[in-house]
């Protein structure tokens, strides 16, 4: 059975899909998703939460990014937005808009990326 879920729903069941026990995406995070779920997907589409919460990470910030993923030194000395080019080449980048509840802005970083790359 297909049914098509909104915004609440979508943060709703991603947050009762949990990975060691704990959410693993904050509420501004799954809102990105959503809308590039939704723009990506126009169509009626199937979506494993599962899945997405296995092969997806939110990240605050690239030294949050580089403590799990061995950035060259290349990479290291970029500008951070060529640094979203790059990372975008192998997988896909879903940038966070503002967060201003805890003072975290996507001009510092924060996003979400495809881990399976």
């Known amino acids: 059975m297909l049914t098509r879920i909104n915004k609440t729903e979508f943060r709703d069941t991603m947050n009762s899909v949990k990975r060691g026990g704990e959410t693993n995406f904050s509420y501004y995070a799954l809102d990105a998703m ?16 599962v899945a997405i919460n296995m ?34 080449r192998h997988t896909t980048v879903i940038r966070i808009p503002d967060r201003p509840d805890n003072g975290i802005d996507s001009s510092k970083g924060a996003f979400i990326i495809n881990t399976q790359f």
Do not use: C, M, R, T
């Open 34 to 49: 959503y809308e590039y779920f939704e723009y990506q997907y126009a169509e009626e589409q199937v979506i494993d939460f």
């Open 55 to 88: 092969h997806w990470s939110e990240f605050n910030n690239w030294e949050e990014f580089s403590k799990e993923y061995q950035l060259g030194e290349e990479l290291q000395e970029l500008p951070e937005e060529e640094k979203f080019e790059e990372l975008n």
